[in-house]
């Protein structure tokens, strides 16, 4: 026998040599969920391990975070005043803007501010956008998107990241933001955001759930591999700084695709749905928590992503799982 591949896995030292992938704790952002008020930290029901943060407490776990090496944190807005034209969404003092200014305060350069950027936890019927007719229309949420952006990168963001699905956002917020002088404020596109069911416990947690239909007039159906590139490429010509593929492990094809085909950074978000299956099933006994988690961070990283925003990141690094 000529060929005996198990040479090369004898033992660990050999097997680290020759690994083809390799995971760094700098690949990952953590994702927060800001709500009003002062000293609270309430734990998620549906997501265990993550909670809501009012912004003082919130800065006391990103210090610790970052002592472990966490300094890129996306944060969501929850519990604003929700009304039908989401205002509340981009006004100087929401949630999420006194958050990015508190941690812009407590750690300047030293941590990375990304903010979602979408009106469904600030509208009445929990849609992405503004509803006339029961349709989410474009044009009109595309211009609260851009004033939402534009909010956050004046309080201090270092990265938008718009997650609605409208067409054109990508270019009216980087027009918005240039014509006010954030022009070195990036941009992340959830480019590839399918219409998924591994959504709902972010549902709850955000209290964005829909209240009437579903998402499917705007993010992307699951089938279509060609639409999906041609959401990328939009993306990119619209000044896209980097391109977003969610989910992430039921999508890993659709990670490796689009890694073929551009030359933008490519993020995948290990959305919440992949996060509690791994979470219930771990706590039932049935896998080995750690295994599976770092197996399907090494999975996104094969595919070619080379950011991963996962709710798994604070204890990867928290218990040297990597
Ligand atoms: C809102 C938004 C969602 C997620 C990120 N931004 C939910 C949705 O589109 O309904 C999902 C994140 C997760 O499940 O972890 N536009
Ligand atoms: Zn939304």
Not at 304 to 312: R, V
Request: hydrophobic fraction near 40%; charge should be negative; glycine fraction near 6%.
């Amino acid at each position: 026998m000529l060929n005996r591949p198990r040479r090369l896995r004898k033992n660990p030292i050999i097997r680290e040599l020759v690994a083809e992938t390799r995971l760094s704790e700098d690949m990952f952002v953590y994702p927060y969920f800001v709500v009003p008020g002062q000293g609270v930290k309430h734990g998620i029901e549906a997501m265990p391990g993550i909670s809501h943060f009012s912004a003082d407490m919130l800065v006391k776990d990103v210090e610790a975070g970052l002592k472990l090496g966490l300094n890129k944190v996306l944060l969501f807005g929850v519990g604003e005043q929700k009304t039908d034209d989401a205002s509340s969404a981009y006004h100087d003092h929401s949630v999420v803007a006194d958050a990015v200014r508190a941690l812009k305060s407590a750690f300047g350069e030293d941590i990375y501010v990304i903010t979602d950027v979408c009106t469904c936890a600030y509208t009445t019927h929990g849609h992405c956008g503004i509803l006339k007719n029961d349709y989410v229309q474009n044009d009109e949420t595309v211009h609260v998107l851009a004033k939402m952006a534009l909010s956050h990168a004046l309080a201090g963001a270092d990265m938008v990241a718009p997650s609605d699905m409208m067409d054109g956002r990508i270019l009216a917020i980087r027009e918005k933001l240039d014509q006010h002088q954030q022009e070195n404020t990036a941009i992340m596109s959830y480019s590839i955001k399918f219409a998924s069911a591994y959504y709902g416990p972010f549902r709850e947690a955000a209290d964005s759930a829909p209240n009437k239909g579903d998402r499917k007039a705007y993010q992307m159906d699951f089938r279509n591999p060609n639409e999906m590139m041609r959401e990328a490429y939009l993306d990119e010509e619209e000044g896209a700084d980097i391109l977003m593929v969610k989910p992430a492990l039921a999508y890993l094809d659709v990670i490796q695709q689009l890694k073929n085909n551009t030359n933008l950074p490519v993020a995948c978000y290990n959305v919440s749905g992949e996060y509690s299956m791994v979470k219930a099933a771990a706590k039932a006994g049935w896998i080995d928590e750690q295994k599976v988690t770092m197996e399907n961070m090494y999975a996104f990283t094969r595919a070619g992503a080379n950011i991963i925003i996962s709710y798994h990141a604070r204890e990867i690094l928290e218990n040297k799982w990597m």
